[in-house]
T-cell receptor, first 115, second 114 residues
């Protein structure tokens, strides 16, 4: 079964510092991995995805993610955090087959960026 | 247009009421989804429509009834809900069922059952 895990419930970082939000995955077959962000009382916004190819994926709002096959990780990163980056971040894996088609989400990590 | 639009944004309903949630997208996407999200939890899939046909029902109680009138619209009909059904209901769409495509989410309907 496909799954992702986000080991940290919350990450705190000072504005201007680099940030990392961790995600590990367990998949059979090729991993199709995604990061989404959710602001309070809002839907999910797509940030980036890994399908194949370069292990460093660049996405929206200056975010990037590094795919590491040996460590089965797909950590989200940003070189310089902004207060406006404070939100709930979900890592997800696409489970797609004959009888299924869904995004399986991690439990989410709340990012708090302090001024 | 890369938006998925959901109406209403907020809904309060009694346990004997019948109401509907609506979702619309004009991106030509052929797969549409309903997710349910409880507070501080990840979204959980409820239904998938592919090419306007219900392809997946994640064992959702019959008090939730989805409908896809055409390729741009998705409804969720609600009847005799319970207070524990209170949640954020998210609609999403994607180009198809190919695993390498991302889903676009609406802003959700915040449902409160009283």
């Amino acid at each position: 079964a496909q799954s992702v895990a986000q080991p940290e419930d919350q990450v705190n970082v000072a504005e201007g510092n680099p940030l990392t939000v961790k995600c590990t995955y367990s998949v059979s077959g090729n991993p199709y991995l995604f990061w989404y962000v959710q602001y309070p009382n809002r839907g999910l916004q797509f940030l980036l995805k890994y399908i194949t190819g370069d292990n460093l994926v660049k996405g929206s709002y200056g975010f990037e993610a590094e795919f590491n096959k040996s460590q089965t990780s797909f950590h989200l990163k940003k070189p310089s955090a902004l207060v406006s980056d404070s939100a709930l971040y979900f890592c997800a894996v696409r489970d797609s087959g004959l009888y299924t088609d869904k995004l399986i989400f991690g439990t989410g990590t709340r990012l708090q960026v302090f001024p | 247009d890369t938006e998925v639009t959901q109406t209403p944004k907020h809904l309060v309903m009694g346990m004997t009421n019948k109401k509907s949630l609506k979702c619309e997208q004009h991106m030509g996407h052929r797969a549409m989804y309903w997710y349910k999200q409880k507070a501080k939890k990840p979204p959980e899939l409820m239904f998938v429509y592919s090419y306007e046909k219900l392809s997946i029902n994640e064992s959702v109680p019959s008090r939730f009834s989805p409908e896809c009138p055409n390729s741009s619209l998705l409804n969720l009909h609600l009847h005799a809900l319970q207070p524990e059904d209170s949640a954020l209901y998210l609609c999403a769409s994607s180009p198809g069922e190919e695993p390498n495509t991302e889903a676009f989410f609406g802003q959700g309907t915040r449902l409160t059952v009283v």
